[in-house]
């Protein structure tokens, strides 16, 4: 009976009432007289509150008899009001009920429909049945169940219909349609549009450095015909802007500041005057008047660079160049050291360590220090070990003489003024320290691409009195720092894409980048994703299955199943890819910089333990995957090509999020240009021999995707490098913490850019080791008799301790008790 009190609430609610109408409703049981088609009769009395014109029950009588004169099962009705349904005595079981909602719809309707026809018959609201009277229950069934009948009928037709229609397109449609329907709903082109927001500035004009002169040579320098000669066989002969303004005062031995744009020659600025100084000592040096110059770089490929070069131009058999560098054999060095080194080029680091526990270095006759790339030795952190180490320096050269210090006592002031006088005319007419081997004056030079408020502490330090040279006009006489110069031959643009579009946009450069481009630098947040990165591309873009245009599953290429066998692959990069970063040890990265210069083409994917005067002639393109950490960072990658007035390009990948810094680039009197990466696309869909670029760009991202998630190494790595990522992202300086926001980004995307599957979670649980990536096991494990062998060797096995204790005398020998044989009886 729950389906006649919902049928009565619907009636309610769309016929209205008035006080004194008596209506005649016929129902009819689902749950309890369905089969026995028994109907019942009811007579309602209805009365309407005045007040709020609701309706209540005011009389209800019950007919229980039928045509045929059998008693019909009595059941009580509740009131209108409470919500409660009975059938006699017992409550419905949920079953019942079940079966009974089941039905309810399509009968409401049925009734609903009878009623507004009924209404608008009569409109008096005299007493009306509708329906079919008690008398006449078979015809009244049979049009109720026909009404019924026909609906579902019609319903069922409409339904089939659709699927008919549906499956037919299916069948009709051609494959691209489908296929493009689906690429529509993929996750990785599935994000939401957003604006690029940022607008250049076409008219903005950067701050240019002229690189060379205008008519100074080598030539016209007083330097010796045979440095001369060899600058000509490397192939420098027009003097840069800053060695024509900097060489001739090094050369009179004074105190030297130089600021200069990167890969304007600021090396052979103080290697030609050093050089050209010991070269005139008369009698020539000897290994044991020991060092007699010091140069302070930051890094270890600088050093060995700087080591190439002197090598080159020097000529000098008697003068004998050395370096140190962390990660070398310190046994070798303290041998290179105690038979005699001239001229030293070393990281601040092993420096300092070889003074103060060597006791062959000795550094009495260092008369002048250089401090090349001075903003990064700062931004290092070797700021405490330079002010140490020209401390030793100057202990040295200062000596103890009781004698000079009575003399000056007992001089009067007069005396005293005079020979202040004289000292200083002999030290305006002193030439350069280098030259005399007795002079106790030292000579400090230090350089930088930028001029910083570290520098100008640093340098006030360092030394007394000195000249400032800035290579460019325009900033000569009133430098701003927040001016960054960079070399006008370089084309500077940027690249916005979304997240999840990182990887394969930065493959897709890759490609068509090789084809205009011999040397490239993909400069890389963290050492992590360098080596993750390495091992892809080497492995899976480098390479790729011959008949990738072939493979396809529905609408997009798959690649999976073929890594392995190198039968069917071939070379799609005719390129060397190499890796560089601080965590390699000092042997490879000699290699790997070493290799990287030599080759014709090659990738180098570094960190910025690179970013700073490494010298590599050739390089013409820079890409830099991650934004800088600091502002002067950016100066210092795109410094790595475009040297010595040579043409490159720079790249940098921004987000939607990160667009902010183009504007703040912009302040520096830095103007870059937009890039659109759909130009390199195209690329990519050549390669991966699809039309349609996004489907060449799925293809290639389900292939990284598969050769992750099939490799456990790779995927570890991957892992890694994506927790790395996030440790760097947190590690930007003040100024640029607002644009590269660590709250602002999508962790899920980020994920999916190192192309994983997990979860962020996930990805850090993995690295911490609370999770390993396992295949799904095959069997149940409730049926499972072995375990899991992995499982074994990762736990340590527990060593059995034996007990001595309980089995040994306070007698005893300690020696092992042998027992023993049995003799044999023979028989």
């Known amino acids: 009976m729950g389906c006649c009190k919902k049928i009565f609430m619907h009636c309610l609610d769309d016929i209205k009432y008035n006080s004194g109408v008596i209506a005649s409703f016929v129902c009819k049981s689902v749950v309890a007289e369905n089969l026995l088609g028994d109907m019942t009769s009811f007579d309602v009395t209805w009365g309407s509150k005045p007040a709020t014109g609701k309706a209540f029950v005011r009389k209800r009588k019950k007919t229980e008899s039928l045509d045929d004169g059998t008693p019909k099962k009595s059941f009580k009705l509740s009131d209108a009001k409470s919500g409660k349904q009975g059938l006699g005595n017992k409550t419905k079981s949920n079953k019942d009920k079940f079966e009974t909602e089941k039905h309810i719809p399509g009968k409401i309707n049925l009734v609903r429909k009878e009623i507004k026809t009924a209404e608008s018959e009569n409109t008096k609201g005299a007493k009306k049945s509708f329906g079919m009277k008690p008398s006449g229950t078979e015809s009244k069934k049979t049009f109720i169940d026909s009404n019924l009948n026909e609906n579902v009928s019609q319903t069922l037709i409409k339904r089939k219909q659709k699927k008919d229609k549906q499956a037919a397109k299916l069948n009709t449609a051609e494959p691209e349609q489908i296929t493009s329907k689906k690429n529509e709903s993929h996750s990785l082109f599935n994000v939401f549009h957003k604006n690029v927001r940022v607008k250049t500035n076409p008219r903005g004009k950067s701050v240019v450095e002229q690189v060379f002169s205008d008519s100074q040579k080598f030539g016209d320098l007083e330097i010796h ?129 070889h003074m103060l526990h060597t006791n062959a270095f000795k550094t009495d006759n260092v008369r002048c220090l250089v401090l090349d790339e001075a903003d990064q030795l700062l931004d290092m952190g070797f700021k405490k070990d330079i002010m140490r180490i020209v401390q030793e320096i100057d202990s040295k050269h200062t000596s103890y003489n009781p004698m000079n210090l009575l003399k000056s006592s007992h001089k009067k002031f007069g005396e005293e003024t005079e020979n202040i006088e004289d000292e200083t005319e002999i030290a305006s007419t002193e030439t350069q320290p280098l030259r ?78 090789t084809k205009k481009c011999s040397k490239m630098f993909v400069f890389m947040g963290t050492s992590a994703m360098v080596d993750f990165h390495y091992e892809l591309f080497t492995n899976f873009l480098a390479k790729m299955p011959v008949n990738r245009g072939k493979m396809k599953s529905g609408d997009v290429l798959v690649l999976e199943g073929m890594e392995d066998e190198s039968d069917d692959e071939e070379e799609i990069l005719d390129v060397e890819f190499f890796k560089l970063h601080g965590s390699m040890e000092h042997s490879a990265r000699k290699e790997v910089f070493k290799g990287f210069r030599e080759v014709k083409k090659g990738i180098l994917l570094c960190t910025d333990v690179v970013a700073r005067g490494i010298d590599v002639p050739t390089a013409d393109c820079i890409v830099q995957y991650n934004g800088p950490l600091k502002i002067e960072d950016y100066l210092h990658r795109v410094g790595r090509t475009g040297r010595a007035g040579k043409s490159g390009f720079s ?74 990522w996030s440790r760097f992202y947190n590690t930007f300086s003040s100024k640029l913490r607002k644009i590269f926001d660590f709250k602002q980004v999508n962790l899920g995307h980020y994920v999916t850019s190192f192309g994983l599957k997990e979860t962020p979670t996930h990805v850090a649980k993995i690295v911490r080791g609370q999770v390993a990536k396992t295949e799904p096991q095959k069997l149940n494990r409730k049926l499972a008799t072995h375990e899991d062998e992995e499982k074994k060797q990762r736990q340590p096995q527990k060593k059995k301790v034996k007990s001595v204790s309980l089995s040994t005398s306070e007698f005893s020998s300690g020696l092992p008790f042998k027992k023993k044989r049995k003799k044999k009886l023979d028989i």
């Open 651 to 724: 790249y940098i990948f921004l987000t939607h999020e990160e667009q902010d810094f183009v504007a703040m680039m912009e302040e520096h009197k830095v103007y870059l240009k937009q890039e659109d990466a759909d130009s390199h696309l195209t690329e990519l869909s050549v390669v991966m021999e699809e039309e349609d670029t996004q489907k060449a760009a799925i293809a290639l991202q389900k292939h990284y995707e598969n050769a992750i998630s099939n490799s456990k190494d790779l995927h570890k790595m991957a892992c890694v490098a994506y927790c790395s």
């Open 436 to 513: 005399d081997p007795k002079s106790k004056k030292r000579q400090t030079i230090l350089l930088s691409a930028t001029l910083t408020k570290g520098i100008a502490e640093l340098a006030d330090f360092t030394m007394k009195g000195h000249t400032y040279i800035d290579a460019s006009d325009e900033f000569t006489s009133n430098f701003s720092h927040d001016v960054m110069i960079i070399p006008n031959t370089v084309q500077q643009k940027f690249v916005i894409t979304h997240v999840k579009h990182r990887l394969f946009t930065l493959s897709a450069m890759l490609l068509s980048l």
């Open 225 to 353: 015909k045979y440095i001369m000669s060899n600058l000509a066989k490397i192939g420098f002969t027009t003097l840069t802007n800053v060695q024509e303004k900097s060489i001739p005062v090094v050369l009179k031995g004074d105190n030297v500041l130089i600021r200069s744009q990167t890969g304007s020659g600021k090396t052979l600025a103080y290697a030609v005057p050093i050089l050209d100084a010991l070269q005139s000592i008369t009698p020539r040096l000897q290994r044991s008047d020991g060092v007699q110059a010091i140069i302070i770089v930051p890094t270890r490929e600088l050093a060995m660079q700087t080591h190439e070069l002197f090598g080159k131009i020097n000529t000098f058999q008697w003068i004998v160049v050395g370096h140190l560098c962390g990660g070398e054999n310190r046994n070798t060095e303290k041998n290179r050291l105690r038979k005699g080194v001239h001229i030293l080029i070393a990281t601040p680091g092993r420096l300092l360590d």
